[in-house]
């Protein structure tokens, strides 16, 4: 092997090497920036539900993140006490606004990209909301004991 060919496969190893840390950091998630405007605040500890458009049983999870014009997930049951926070992800704002015979919790301001809103719901039952400028959004939180 001539001196030359060594020089082209150590460019090359040293490549790939860089190439499969940018992919590895790129995999890499970042927590999402938290801005509550609710008094009804308490610290979230809890870890997200995995992707899906309903959760069938009450469980730790407390997050519904507002993407591509949606509550994801559309419908979150938690135990009688959790605080629920939504993330906005999109680039527009959003609103958490409770329907009109759910008025039983609080509802949102406008929530800019990457702003929150957490509420802790401490009485069991079905409360609906909306998006206010966007009221085809639809989302559900049923609160158990």
Not at 49 to 75: K, L, R
Request: net charge negative; with cysteine; hydrophobic share 35%.
């Amino acid at each position: 092997m001539n001196k030359n060919t060594t020089v082209i496969i150590v460019i090359i190893v040293a490549l790939l090497g860089v190439g499969s840390a940018v992919v590895w950091r790129s995999k890499k998630t970042e927590a999402p920036k938290s801005t509550t405007t609710q008094q009804n605040e308490s610290p979230d500890t809890t870890t997200p539900e995995p992707d899906a458009d309903t959760t069938p049983e009450a469980s730790a999870a407390s997050t519904v993140e507002i993407s591509n014009f949606a509550f994801a997930p559309a419908t979150i049951t938690v135990k009688k006490g959790t605080a629920v926070t939504w993330t906005n992800k999109d680039s527009v704002s959003h609103t958490v606004t409770p329907d009109e015979e759910s008025m039983a919790f609080e509802g949102s301001e406008l929530l800019a990209k990457d702003e929150s809103y957490q509420f802790t719901f401490e009485t069991a039952g079905t409360y609906t909301y909306h998006c206010q400028p966007h009221p085809q959004m639809k989302g559900t939180v049923i609160v158990t004991e």
